[in-house]
């Protein structure tokens, strides 16, 4: 039985901190490289990928990719410079999906 995984992918200073938390971080230098290394883990045993905002806001089409796959889920966070509001949005739109009416 094969045991999935969580990682933690965005910019280096991002991303560190999770290690200490037990979790496989993959710290990318441009969003060039972040596309490979989601697509390189999506490929992988990664039931969850934590994803910074600021890499997420230029990969919407990699995003949305995986969007309606059962794994790998794409969980986007705050990066080090602090929150986007992109992970609230989409939040609120599966909310909205779901129960069909605003409720956040």
């Not at 990066?79 to 409720?103: P, T, Y």
């Amino acid at each position: 039985m094969s045991k999935y995984r969580i990682a933690v992918l965005g910019d280096k200073d991002s991303v560190l901190g999770f290690k200490a938390l037990g979790l496989d971080v993959f710290p990318a230098e441009t969003v060039e490289e972040a596309k490979q290394i989601l697509h390189k883990l999506a490929k992988e045993n990664y039931a969850v990928i934590y994803l910074t905002e600021q890499y997420a806001a230029d990969m919407t089409a990699e995003v949305a990719r995986y969007k309606d796959e059962l794994t790998p889920a794409i969980i986007l966070i705050p990066g080090k410079d602090g929150s986007l509001g992109i992970g609230m949005a989409n939040v609120k739109s599966a909310v909205e999906r779901a129960v069909g009416a605003d409720i956040l």
